[in-house]
Structure formats: structure tokens, C-alpha cells
């Protein structure tokens, strides 16, 4: 991936090799949701986009009509630039808004979760970086005095250290002889297990820490699944679902210092699809259901958790 620098609203961006309309989509939006691009604000011609993104203006045009469709843009056309929405944050939540990667959809629910008395979370997930991601909001904003919650419950659940996991998975090699697949799929497994140590522990500790800091009552708990899960989930103070996929690909992964072939999902890209209780009948069943089926797990075949040891 090249490091050359394009600039748009003056923001420097590193330009990539290849951009799909997706990821232009995908930046745009992130650049909306974050104050980057303003409500009311003019968005640079699509000539200029094209440029900057290093694409044609046809993928320009696909990006922004989905913003479009999302309501976070208006006058999108083939004329002058577009401009984007004034209520752009009524587009990012409530009934009916489109689903999202997880790493801009999650964080603004888990920061609005926050600013509840009483937090309850919990997660199904392969590892918690897009979860403790997420966090870094709300913290930031308990340190600044701006929330303080009463009480904090999060509950996690991940893949057991003790399954052969369906994904990451190496790609087949036809050069690889059985046992150096197999050597293989070991070292991929103890990276896994790796991060998935280190990035609860991080949770766990970023957290635990506002019971010293802010006298809050505060309580972490994982427990281990004996499968991999195809989907994570996140329920939101019993009241907000947001559901995604684990959608394979295979791509290269650094390993050791050794570039391999995998199958795996890229977790904090992977699309969320919100459900609100009191959203209509689809959307509080949908929530309802969600949380019988995370404590049918919890209660049930799930074991303790460690994050410890290799």
C-alpha cells in the first residue's frame, strides 16, 4: 500500500493503491460523523474526490448516492457538488437507519449507552477490539466530567482457547506439505488467542479502573464458547441490537514476520444492523430474542474465561 498524501478539505489523506466506492463511501461517512465534514458544508466536486481518491469519478458517483440514500447528503447529480444534510445525526441512529461498518456505528450507540445510570453490555464477538475500541468515547468523556453512569455491567462472550477455530483459518497452499498446515494453523491460532488476550485484558483494565478513579460500580466478566461464531452481537441496555456478519475473505496477514494466506473477517468492518426495542414489532422482537439467546449461551454451555497464557 503506497503513503503518497492527497489532501480533501485540506485533511491529508494516504492514498491507497486501489479504493472501491465502498471505502470512499465508507471514508466520506466517517469524515461526516466526525465533524470532519460539516452540516450545510459543500462537498468538494466529484472531479476533485476522483482525484483525490486515485478513482474514477463513476465510483465517486456510486459513493455518494449511497450517502445519499443514507440522508447524509443532499443535491447529489452529475452538476454542482453535493452538500451534506443538516441533521446528519438522526441519519447515524434511530428506526430505519442503514446499517454501518461496526467501527462508525458502534462507539456513538456505546457513548449513548453511557449516558444511562445504570450500563448493561454485552457481546458476542471472536475478540473485543471493536468493543474496546468503542470505549475510548464514553471514557474520555467520564474523565472530562461530562457522564458519569452509576453502575457498569458488561458481559463477554468469545471463542474458547480449547476449539480448533473454524476462522482465521490458513487458505489451502498447494506447496504445504500436511504438517506444515498444520504448524501453520497453530501459529495462526496463538496470534488469535494473543489478541484476543490483549485486547480484553485492555477492556477489562480500562474499565475496572473507574471504580478507583470515579467510585463507580463496575463489573467485567467473560465467559468462553465451545464454537466460533459466524455473527457478533452487541445488546445496549436491553433496549438496542446491533447485529453483523462475520463475512470471510481471504487475505494476506502478517504472521511471524511472514506474510500468509488466510481466511478471516475483518471485524471493525463488518456491516451492523441496528434493532431498537419500541421500533415496531420486527425491532423489539428481534431485541428480545437477541437477549434470550445471549443468556441461553451465558447460562448454559459457556465456560469461564481466562486471559491469560499463550
Not at 503518497?4 to 466520506?28: F, I, M
Not at 490483549?198 to 475496572?208: D, E, P
Request: aromatic share 6%.
Amino acid at each position: 500500500m503506497s503513503l503518497e498524501h492527497a489532501a480533501v478539505n485540506g485533511r491529508p489523506e494516504p492514498r491507497r493503491t486501489q479504493w472501491t466506492y465502498r471505502e470512499v463511501a465508507d471514508e466520506l461517512r466517517a469524515r461526516i460523523r466526525s465533524g470532519a465534514l460539516r452540516p450545510g458544508q459543500r462537498m468538494p466536486t466529484q472531479a476533485q474526490l476522483a482525484d483525490d481518491f486515485g478513482v474514477e469519478r463513476s465510483a465517486v458517483r456510486q459513493a455518494l448516492r449511497i450517502l445519499q440514500s443514507e440522508h447524509l447528503l443532499a443535491n447529489v447529480s452529475k452538476g454542482s457538488p453535493a452538500t451534506v444534510a443538516e441533521n446528519t445525526q438522526s441519519a447515524f441512529r434511530g428506526p430505519g437507519a442503514p446499517p454501518q461498518p461496526t467501527m462508525v456505528g458502534l462507539a456513538p450507540r456505546v457513548t449513548a449507552a453511557f449516558r444511562q445510570q445504570d450500563v448493561e453490555i454485552d457481546a458476542l464477538c471472536l475478540t473485543s477490539v471493536s468493543l474496546t475500541l468503542a470505549m475510548g468515547e464514553p471514557l474520555r468523556q467520564i474523565h472530562a466530567g461530562r457522564m458519569k453512569p452509576a453502575k457498569v455491567r458488561v458481559r463477554v462472550l468469545m471463542p474458547s482457547r480449547d476449539i480448533d477455530l473454524a476462522f482465521p483459518a490458513p487458505a489451502p497452499v498447494a506447496a504445504l506439505e500436511a504438517e506444515q498446515e498444520a504448524a501453520l494453523g497453530g501459529r495462526l491460532r496463538r496470534h488469535w488467542l494473543a489478541q484476543r488476550n490483549a485486547q480484553g485484558q485492555v477492556l477489562k483494565h480500562n474499565l475496572t479502573a473507574l471504580r478507583t478513579t470515579h467510585g463507580m460500580d463496575v463489573r467485567v466478566e467473560f465467559r468462553a464458547l465451545p464454537f466460533t461464531p459466524p455473527v457478533k452481537l452487541y445488546l445496549l441496555n436491553g433496549n438496542e441490537a446491533l447485529f453483523a456478519y462475520y463475512t470471510l475473505s481471504r487475505r494476506g496477514e502478517q504472521l511471524d514476520r511472514e506474510r500468509v494466506d488466510v481466511y478471516d473477517a475483518a471485524g471493525v468492518q463488518q456491516m451492523l444492523f441496528a434493532f431498537e426495542h419500541g421500533a415496531g414489532l420486527r425491532d423489539t422482537t428481534f431485541v428480545e430474542q437477541s437477549h434470550l439467546w445471549f443468556n441461553s449461551l451465558w447460562n448454559t454451555i459457556s465456560t469461564d474465561l481466562t486471559l491469560i497464557g499463550p
